[in-house]
């Protein structure tokens, strides 16, 4: 029979009435001739009261201990779903990750899924159930204990089932229609796509957008899963949602897909360092030993043999990092005059898989941030993307504006605004 994933993220399963609303699109499948792996995540709001039990017990706790208490809201839900099915008459099961077993590295709070063997979950396929309700988020080390993979963490374990049991599609659902070109809540004329790139998507979410973890992006491009972002809140079941896909030439003939931001950036200055050989190594050496993760980084031109280094970071990482530019400084490893911090900074980035075969993105993007009068502190490229740190209280300006320039408006809304 063939078979689909579908993951229900916190708010689609929120209360037992939604975890129903769930159920119903899960049956509907099993009425097409499905069989149907779901996967779950806690009801919203649930992981976060767990951290909060853990950290309240200490500030440094065990962090096999924190896995062991905060995978457990996936497995309450899993069980719900499980019952509900089965007072639909469909025959389903839960499963919790070290049943299955989702086998993962032993990084505790942020492991990696490493293989998952297919026999268990496909020889009660066979004795005729029909929907394995996985717990999302968790898994089993070698050493036998229990992990959880990171925030939002059920997206990866979705995904990671469709590439085991080569799915037909795994669907994310959750409440929001699909990807975005930008946030809605910041440009009211963001539209939603009906495909992406996962190349973009991968890009976007690593620059802020929040609609699928990271590392689930990762590995349906690696296995080239069929991944669809859609709604379970549309009461018109609309199966489209966003197709995220292999890059094909007729995907939207936009240069730019989406503009991304990220609110969570601290700019450091390191003045007056030494321009000679080694002295990177030694301030990005010093910052990766601590897990500082360094974003863009820029050089200014040296007077005298001396020069002023620019980086950011993510700002809950600043204190980490003034610790351990400070240690190299008395230490006596590198010698600098200030170190001048900045946390009122925000990162905008486009994005898009035209770039590469257009020239004077860049250009525009700088001329349509200078036209309404924003500064640009740090500028980092990549084939795909380009990203400004600017003052954080021009971030909503800089994406409206963006989104406007490289077309991305709403079509509706142009037509409006045209009359
Ligand atoms: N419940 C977990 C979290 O909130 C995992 C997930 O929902 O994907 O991070
Ligand atoms: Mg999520």
């Not at 005059?337 to 990162?347: G, H, N, P, R």
Request: proline share 2%.
């Amino acid at each position: 029979m063939p078979l689909l994933v579908m993951k229900f993220g916190g708010t689609s399963v929120a209360d037992l009435s939604r975890i129903r609303r769930a159920a119903e699109r899960v049956s509907d499948n099993v009425t097409n001739g499905y069989n149907i792996i779901v996967v779950v995540s806690a009801m919203a709001g649930k992981t976060n009261e767990l951290i909060a039990s853990v950290t309240g017990t200490s500030a440094v706790y065990d962090a096999r201990e924190y896995d062991a208490i905060v995978s457990t809201g996936e497995n309450i839900t899993a069980g719900l779903m499980a019952l509900t099915l089965q007072d639909m008459s469909i025959p389903a099961r839960s499963w919790q990750g070290w049943q299955v077993p989702i086998n993962t590295s032993m990084v505790h709070a942020s492991a990696r899924i490493e293989s998952i063997p297919i026999e268990n979950i496909s020889r009660k396929f066979t004795d005729g159930m029909r929907v394995a309700v996985v717990s999302g988020f968790q898994g089993l080390s070698a050493e036998g204990r229990i992990t959880t993979l990171g925030r939002g963490g059920s997206d990866t374990t979705a995904v990671a089932l469709a590439a085991a049991f080569n799915a037909e599609q795994c669907q994310i659902y959750t409440d929001v229609s699909g990807v975005y070109t930008t946030d809605p809540r910041i440009c009211s004329k963001a539209r939603k796509l009906d495909r992406i790139a996962y190349e973009e998507m991968l890009e976007l979410a690593s620059l802020g957008a929040k609609i699928l973890q990271t590392r689930s992006i990762e590995l349906a491009m690696r296995y080239h899963v069929n991944l669809r972002v859609m709604s379970s809140f549309d009461e018109n079941h609309d199966v489209h949602g966003t197709l995220v896909c292999d890059e094909e030439k007729d995907m939207e003939n936009k240069v730019v897909a989406g503009v991304a931001y990220s609110r969570d950036e601290a700019k450091l200055t390191l003045t007056s360092v030494a321009d000679r050989p080694g002295i990177a190594a030694i301030i990005f050496g010093a910052l990766g030993d601590v897990g500082v993760n360094v974003d863009m980084i820029v050089q200014n031109i040296s007077e005298d043999g001396r020069t002023d280094m620019t980086f950011s970071c993510p700002t809950n990482q600043l204190p980490l990092a003034q610790k351990a530019l400070d240690a190299i400084k008395f230490g006596g490893k590198l010698n600098y005059s200030e170190l001048l911090t900045d946390v009122d900074v925000a990162k905008v980035s486009v994005v898009g898989i035209g770039m590469r075969s257009h020239t004077g993105v860049a250009a525009k993007m700088f001329k349509v941030l200078s036209e309404e009068g924003i500064n640009i502190k740090v500028i980092t490229t990549s084939e795909i993307k380009i990203s400004v740190l600017i003052d954080r209280k021009y971030m909503e300006l800089a994406v409206q504006i963006l989104h406007h320039a490289f077309g991305l408006d709403a079509v509706e809304n142009n037509s409006v605004k045209s009359h």
